[in-house]
């Protein structure tokens, strides 16, 4: 599975932006039955889990992005969203997306096999 994560940018504090992430077809892993997670890299930073959405469509958030930023998946194209409302500085990072298999939900990185390149987000105040 490959992953290719687009629509990161420079947005202004309290602006919203909204990534985009499309899986290759594989008839061998389905889209629909993988867990797509989302995770970012501020500067200087590890890598941070944001949220995930499941084989049943079910989210799950980390409370710093909680109420602000909404996972959904299109499964019929093969795509996974992450909606950010609400930006603030803090949220400056690289975005990535990536996909486990077998979780229906799991927060380590480890546990997700495939991953996209990352797109940069950038909150100006």
């Known amino acids: 599975v490959q992953l290719q994560a687009s629509g990161g940018g420079l947005v202004q504090v309290g602006g919203s932006l909204r990534l985009s992430c499309a899986a290759s077809?594989?008839?061998?892993?389905?889209?629909?039955?993988?867990?797509m997670g989302w995770f970012r890299q501020g500067p200087g930073e590890g890598r941070e889990f944001v949220g995930s959405?499941?084989?049943?469509?079910?989210?799950y958030y980390e409370d710093s992005v909680k109420g602000r930023f909404t996972i959904s998946r299109d499964n019929a194209k093969n795509t996974v969203y992450l909606q950010m409302n609400s930006l603030k500085p803090e949220d400056t990072a690289v975005y990535y997306c990536a996909a486990a298999r077998g979780f229906s939900f799991t927060r380590a990185s480890a546990n997700y096999e495939y991953w996209g390149q990352g797109t940069q987000v950038t909150v100006s105040s």
């Open positions: 077809a594989d008839p061998g892993r389905p889209f629909s039955m993988l867990l």
């Open positions: 959405i499941n084989q049943n469509s079910n989210e």
